[in-house]
C-alpha cells in the first residue's frame, strides 16, 4: 500500500470514534443501499438530513471536497441557512456533542419526516447535547427543517446517486470488516456501512444490542476525494481499513472501559506521548490506550488478509503518527494469534493487552 494513503487514513482516523462503548437496541432502517455478506452498505436519511444541518452550520467534520452534490446540498437549502435546527446544532457542537455521540443520537430516531424517539437516550448521550432536553428540541428542530425545506424531495431526487454509491462501494467492505469478527470473537449479527457524502474524510461508529443477545453495528463513512465531481469513498483497502478501524472501537472500548481502573494506574505514561495524542484529538489515556490497540489490531488484520510487509508499514506509519505503543501492541497481537486455545476472545487477551501500556517507553 502507498505511504501516501497509510498516513491519509492515520488523518482521516484521528478522533474517529471518542469513547464509542455505548450499547442500545436498534432495529436497522436504511433506504438505499446494497447487501454484501453480512456487511449492508447504505446512505441514512437520517445522517443525510443531520449531515445538511452540519455543512450549513459549519461544523469542522463535514467534506473539504467539492462535489457537485455538496454543491447542490448548499444551494438547495440555503434558504434555510438559518433556521433553528442549524443555529441550535451550531451552538451544541460548539460544546462537547460531537464526534460519534453525533450520528449515535440522531439513530435513536426513525427516519424524517417523523423523527419519533424509537429507543432511550442513554446518559452519555444526553450529557454530551447538553441534556435530553436539549437533544430533544435539536430532534424537533430537525423535524421542522425536513418539512419546510422538502427534504424528502431532495432526498428522493438523489436515491439513484446514493444507490450508485452503495454499489461502488460494496467490495471494498467484504474483507476486514468480517475478518474483525473472526480475529476478535465479537459477535456482530449485523453491520452496517453508512456511506455520508457530505461527512467528514474518516469514520464514527456506533454499537446497538438487539433481542435476543445479538448486536448490531453501524460504521459511518465519507468520501476521500472528489473525482469527476462525485463523491469518491476509496478503493476496497481504504474502505476495509476503516470499516475494521471502526467497528474494532465497538469491541475494543467497552474493554477499555471495563479496564478502566487497571489502565488508569500507568497515566503517568501519557506525558511523554501526550504531545503527539492531543494532536490526533485524544488528550486521556484511555482513549489513547483504546487508539493504540485498534490501530495495532488493524495492522494485524492488514497482515493476515495481504502480508506480513503491509502490516509491518501499518505500523510504521502509526509510529510516525505518534502512536508510539502500536509496534508493542502488534508484537502483543502476533502472541494472541499463536495462543487461542488459552485466549479464545479478544476480551481474554485484554489483560496483556494492558500490560503493555503498564511499562514505560524506553528510547
Known amino acids: 500500500m502507498a505511504g501516501g494513503l497509510l498516513a491519509a487514513l492515520s488523518l482521516a482516523l484521528a478522533g474517529c470514534a471518542g469513547d464509542a462503548g455505548t450499547r442500545a437496541r ?152 468480517l475478518d474483525l469478527q473472526s480475529y476478535t470473537g465479537q459477535r456482530i449479527d449485523h453491520a452496517a456501512v453508512v456511506l455520508g457524502p457530505l461527512l467528514h474524510d474518516g469514520g464514527f461508529a456506533a454499537l446497538y444490542d438487539l433481542p435476543g443477545g445479538r448486536a448490531e453495528a453501524f460504521a459511518f463513512i465519507g468520501p476521500a476525494a472528489a473525482t469527476q465531481g462525485q463523491p469518491d469513498f476509496g478503493d476496497e483497502r481504504r474502505l476495509s481499513e476503516l470499516a475494521a478501524h471502526e467497528f474494532a472501537h465497538l469491541v475494543v472500548n467497552p474493554l477499555t472501559a471495563a479496564s478502566r481502573a487497571d489502565i488508569d494506574a500507568s497515566a503517568a505514561n501519557l506525558a511523554p506521548i501526550a504531545r503527539a495524542m492531543q494532536r490526533n484529538g485524544y488528550s486521556e489515556w484511555h482513549v489513547a490506550v483504546s487508539e493504540h490497540v485498534i490501530r495495532g489490531l488493524t495492522a494485524r488484520l492488514i497482515a493476515r488478509r495481504w502480508g506480513e510487509a503491509e502490516g509491518e508499514a501499518a505500523i510504521r506509519k502509526e509510529v510516525e503518527g505518534g502512536f508510539a505503543y502500536a509496534p508493542a501492541v502488534y508484537a502483543a497481537l502476533r502472541r494472541y494469534e499463536a495462543d487461542r486455545a488459552t485466549y479464545p476472545t479478544l476480551a481474554a487477551f485484554y489483560p496483556e493487552l494492558i500490560a503493555v501500556f503498564a511499562a514505560p517507553l524506553t528510547s
Open 26 to 177: 436498534l432495529q436497522p432502517d436504511v433506504v438505499a443501499g446494497s447487501r454484501s455478506g453480512t456487511i449492508e452498505v447504505s446512505v441514512d436519511r437520517r445522517i443525510e438530513l443531520l449531515s445538511v444541518i452540519q455543512l450549513l452550520s459549519g461544523y469542522f467534520l463535514t467534506t473539504q471536497h467539492d462535489t457537485t452534490y455538496k454543491r447542490e446540498v448548499a444551494s438547495y437549502f440555503a434558504p434555510h441557512a438559518n433556521h433553528r435546527a442549524v443555529t441550535l446544532f451550531r451552538e451544541m457542537s460548539a460544546g462537547d456533542f460531537r464526534f460519534s455521540d453525533v450520528p449515535d443520537a440522531v439513530l435513536r430516531f426513525s427516519p424524517p419526516p417523523a423523527l419519533d424517539q424509537r429507543m432511550p437516550i442513554t446518559p452519555a448521550i444526553a450529557a454530551a447535547a447538553g441534556g435530553e432536553a436539549r437533544l430533544l428540541e435539536l430532534i424537533a428542530a430537525m423535524r421542522d427543517f425536513a418539512q419546510v425545506s422538502d427534504f424528502e424531495s431532495f432526498y428522493r431526487a438523489h436515491e439513484g446517486e446514493y444507490r450508485t454509491l452503495a454499489e461502488r462501494a460494496r467490495p471494498g467492505v467484504t474483507t476486514l470488516g
